[in-house]
């Protein structure tokens, strides 16, 4: 994003590994208490809409003592816990880049906080996003493994030419996943988890498709990168999406050029439906 709002602070020097400093003390108190303001009103809606994991790390990270977080001091404690490290970035770094720290248990998670006019929706990843959408489920031994298999996938999918089928799987289950609870449908991505209308819209709005998770369907399935989404998908627990991530993608990359994507509205017959959407917010009149 070129047009940096002038609360957005240059960042100093990049590393080769796009890591800055994340210079913690230069957040303003306006910016620390935006933070707040963004935490408290997601903290208000979570509770039942949240997985269990997830409201669970809320504590284990200690990650909501007030203002913006000191990724030093939240990386010591989450790494005591599963290993992983917060490292500050400037914006989004490039694919292999991303991949290598994911695979070595570093988030990269942006340095700066979205500016006032940008409070309900910035386009690329801000602290607040990476932070309290990102890092929590990182203190969940599952999620974490997960998320490193999905680091180590990317080599392969960038030598093989099907990023896009990795991105999906990021996209469906990091960004926007759903998962089955005793008590029913619960959010575990990091879009979904901060963003207090698609908190709302991703589980209870009549709208979208609520389908299974099914790998080969997620990596052949096109997305929406400026809306809400019109399909999410359920996986059944952290378990299964880990044992998902450690199979060979390659037979699924080998077909993934020849066979079209499927359309982000459609549901296909060998589908498992939990919600057939009526796909209406797509249909309003714009505005
Ligand atoms: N960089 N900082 C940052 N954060 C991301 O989420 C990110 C990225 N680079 C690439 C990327 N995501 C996606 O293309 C992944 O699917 C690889
Ligand atoms: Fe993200």
């Known amino acids: 994003m070129n047009d940096l709002s002038p609360e957005r602070r240059p960042v100093g020097a990049v590393a080769p590994d796009f890591t800055v400093d994340q210079n913690w003390a230069a957040y303003t108190p306006e910016e620390h208490a935006r933070w707040d303001r963004l935490v408290a009103r997601m903290r208000a809606l979570l509770p039942g809409r949240a997985c269990q994991a997830y409201l669970d790390a809320l504590h284990t990270t200690e990650l ?12 010591a ?3 005591a816990l599963t290993g992983w490290r917060v490292v500050p970035v400037a914006g989004l770094v490039p694919d292999e880049v991303f991949f290598d720290h994911l695979a070595n248990r570093r988030f990269p998670a942006g340095a700066f906080l979205r500016s006032e006019a940008e409070f309900d ?25 997960f998320m490193e298999a999905y680091g180590k996938a990317g080599p392969r999918a960038i030598a093989a030419n099907a990023l896009p089928a990795l991105a999906r799987l990021y996209w469906y289950t990091i960004e926007f996943g759903l998962i089955e609870e005793a008590g029913g449908l619960r959010l575990f991505g990091a879009g979904i988890m901060s963003s207090p209308t698609e908190t709302r819209f991703a589980l209870e709005d009549a709208s979208p498709n609520r389908l299974g998770f099914e790998l080969e369907r997620v990596m052949h399935t096109r997305y929406r990168i400026d809306d809400f989404q019109q399909s999410y998908f359920v ?44 796909q209406a917010y797509f249909r309003r009149p714009e505005g």
Do not use: C, N, W
Request: proline fraction near 7%.
């Open 235 to 278: 996986i059944e627990s952290f378990e299964t999406l880990l044992e998902q991530a450690e199979r060979d993608f390659g037979p699924i990359y080998a077909t993934f050029a020849a066979e079209k994507a499927h359309a982000p509205d459609v549901v296909l017959a060998e589908d498992r439906v939990y919600h057939r959407g009526t």
């Open 77 to 79: 404690r989450l790494q």
């Open 64 to 75: 909501f003592q007030g203002g913006i977080p000191d990724m030093e001091e939240l990386s």
């Open 121 to 145: 929706y910035i386009e690329e990843p801000d602290i607040f996003h990476d932070i309290f959408g990102h890092v929590p489920l990182l203190a969940d031994p599952t999620y974490a493994a």
